[in-house]
């Protein structure tokens, strides 16, 4: 398969076809998972495959409909994903992320003591009066004597969520705030059946990204390859049919761009520092038939593009002026 064909099916399997009417929730369970550590980002990332909503639009999902909720997930970062869908990957993917958290706590200079001392006091304070913001929280756990300094606070929130015991849900002021995971999901988390979860996440994430490999799931969950590799032995994979891909300006952290362990296909590799400078940082993108053509920023509402060369400006016009829409609607 030529890397024409590649872009074509991976972009149809993504969404980003002609065909837009769709809900938040709909782009997001196709996509299984949208990394939201900037959560205007994650937000983008359904308007570049839906058509009409806004970013309040999204926000209410979040917010009032409870439909999407963001965790510590795939790769140890934040993810958005369908309140249904909290479960079963929370159980797969915790467990492994559990120790890197605690190591990193200790460089933090948070004692395991102190963790667990954390992670109590987060659940008593969103049980009383929850959701609570990063920043409320982290007054709370001040008071109480845990150090909050640097990336502590983070650190021990991702602990909490880890554990099971919280949740980014509600959007409170352009900010999401914390909920009891039991709470805001409406149960405890139950108990899942690894086997059934991996080959469920084999399943789903074809579904949104074919063609893949067992290789481009490992490194898009963040799980052994050897559990991609049994996941994928469990399924029989459905190729998307190839479909013309307009100009689209995806955000940073887009999942077109994180999708598979190679991403060659859709980043000229002559400009792949210009998408990816380092640092695990992923730019906003412009594309044209599936492949980038540019970076773009989003200042004072008004969208600024960085092409690689000029000649495809006048394409993505219709494409900034819903970026604009939709940050403003």
């Not at 398969?1 to 149809?12: F, G, V």
């Amino acid at each position: 398969m030529d890397e024409s064909e590649l872009r074509a099916r991976r972009s149809a399997a993504q969404l980003l076809d002609g065909a837009r009417p769709r809900s938040a929730p709909e782009v997001v369970g196709r996509l299984l998972a949208v990394q939201a550590q900037e959560l205007r980002s994650a937000r983008l990332a359904v308007r570049a495959r839906s058509s009409g909503l806004t970013a309040a639009d999204v926000d209410r999902e979040l917010t009032e409909e409870r439909s999407l909720v963001v965790g510590w997930l795939l790769r140890g970062t934040l993810h958005m994903i369908r309140r249904e869908d909290y479960a079963w990957l929370h159980a797969l993917t915790a467990p492994r992320q559990m120790r890197g958290s605690l190591r990193r706590l200790g460089e933090e200079g948070v004692s395991p003591t102190d963790a667990e001392l954390a992670v109590g006091l987060i659940e008593t304070a969103l049980a009383a009066d929850g959701p609570l913001t990063r920043a409320e929280l982290a007054e709370r756990l001040a008071a109480a004597g845990i150090g909050v300094e640097r990336q502590a606070t983070r650190h021990l929130l991702r602990l909490a969520a880890l554990e099971g015991v919280a949740v980014l849900g509600p959007v409170r002021g352009g900010v999401q705030a914390y909920s009891l995971t039991r709470d805001w999901l409406g149960e405890e988390l139950p108990a899942v059946d690894r086997d059934t979860a991996l080959v469920t996440l084999a399943t789903r994430y074809l579904a949104g990204h074919a063609p893949a490999t067992a290789e481009d799931l490992a490194a898009w969950a963040g799980l052994p390859l050897r559990d991609a590799r049994t996941a994928f032995a469990e399924i029989e994979p459905d190729l998307p049919p190839p479909a013309e891909s307009p100009p689209r300006l995806l955000p940073s952290f887009d999942p077109y761009l994180l999708g598979w362990k190679d991403r060659s296909f859709a980043v000229p590799p002559g400009h792949a520092r210009r998408v990816y400078p380092g640092g695990g940082v992923l730019r906003a993108t412009a594309t044209v038939d599936g492949r980038a053509v540019g970076t773009w920023s989003l200042r004072g509402g008004r969208v600024s593009l960085d092409l690689f060369t000029p000649e495809h400006a006048t394409a993505l016009e219709e494409e900034a002026a819903d970026v604009e829409r939709f940050e403003g609607g």
